[in-house]
C-alpha cells in the first residue's frame, strides 16, 4: 500500500500564482485533513474533510480552498499565493477506529 | 498559545545517554498520541496513551500519560542515532476527532 500521496514534492512559486497540492489515500479513510508546519510551530491545521462531500474550516484557513473530490482525493489550492504561505504542507487521514493520523511526505513551498 | 506545550525545544545527547521530552496542557485530554518525524518525511505514530496514569513501552521508549489527563512524557534509554528526529506530541481537543499537536522537541543523538 501506497498510504499516503503528495504532489509536488518541492514547488517555488512567485508572489501572487497559483497552485494545487494534490494528496490521494489508498486507506479507505473517511477523514482527510491539511496541515502547514513552519519552525517552532508545528502542526497547524488549514482544512479538514470528515467525509467526501464535506470540508470545513480548520485554524488557518485563510488563504486556501479545498476539494474534496472523492474518497480518496483531497486537494488544497492557494489561488493567489503570498510569501507568508511558504512552508511545508501535509496532508493526512485518519483512521476513525483509532483517531491515529497517517501522513504524506509533505510539499515544500517557497513563495518569493 | 499552543494548546500543548512541549519542552524542551531542542535536545542534543550522546549515544547511550538518557532523555525525557515532556508534553503538558492546561486542558484534560481524553488521550494523547506521540509521534516521530524524520527529516524531510511526514509523522509517524509511536504511540496513544488513553488511561490516566497509564505507562506503555516500545522497546527503549517508555511513554505515560498523567493522572490527571492534562500531560504527558516520553522517555528514552540509552539514544541511539536512529531516534533522532522530532518528536510531537497531539491530542483530541473538545472531543472532536481533529487532533491538536504540539510544537515539538526535536532530538540529536550523537555518535
Known amino acids: ?70 474518497k480518496r482525493e483531497f486537494s488544497l489550492r492557494l489561488e493567489s499565493a503570498a510569501p507568508s504561505q511558504t512552508s ?20 515544500r513551498l517557497t513563495v518569493l | 498559545t499552543q494548546l500543548l506545550e512541549q519542552s524542551p525545544q531542542f535536545l542534543s545527547i550522546q549515544e ?36 490516566g496514569g497509564e505507562v506503555k513501552k516500545l522497546k527503549r521508549l517508555t511513554f505515560q500519560f498523567g493522572d490527571a489527563r492534562k500531560d504527558s512524557s516520553l522517555h528514552i534509554t540509552a539514544a541511539q542515532p536512529g531516534d533522532t528526529g522530532l518528536y510531537l506530541c497531539a491530542g483530541p481537543h473538545n472531543n472532536d476527532y481533529k487532533l491538536s499537536f504540539g510544537a515539538g522537541t526535536t532530538v540529536t543523538v550523537r555518535a
Open chain 1, 1 to 70: 500500500n501506497a498510504g499516503v500521496t503528495q504532489t509536488p514534492k518541492f514547488q517555488v512559486l512567485k508572489t501572487g500564482q497559483s497552485m494545487t497540492l494534490q494528496c490521494a489515500q489508498d486507506m479507505n479513510h473517511n477523514s482527510m485533513y491539511w496541515y502547514r508546519q513552519d519552525p517552532g510551530m508545528g502542526l497547524r491545521l488549514i482544512y479538514y474533510s470528515a467525509s467526501e462531500g464535506t470540508t470545513d474550516k480548520g485554524e488557518v484557513p485563510n488563504g486556501y480552498n479545498v476539494s474534496r473530490l472523492n
Open chain 1, 88 to 107: 511545508v504542507y501535509f496532508c493526512a487521514s485518519s483512521d476513525p477506529t483509532t483517531d491515529t493520523q497517517y501522513f504524506g511526505p509533505g510539499t
Open chain 2, 16 to 51: 547511550g545517554e538518557n532523555l525525557t521530552v515532556y508534553c503538558n496542557s492546561s486542558s484534560v485530554f481524553s488521550s494523547l498520541q506521540w509521534y516521530r518525524q524524520e527529516p524531510g518525511e511526514g509523522p509517524v505514530l509511536l504511540v496513544t496513551v488513553v488511561t
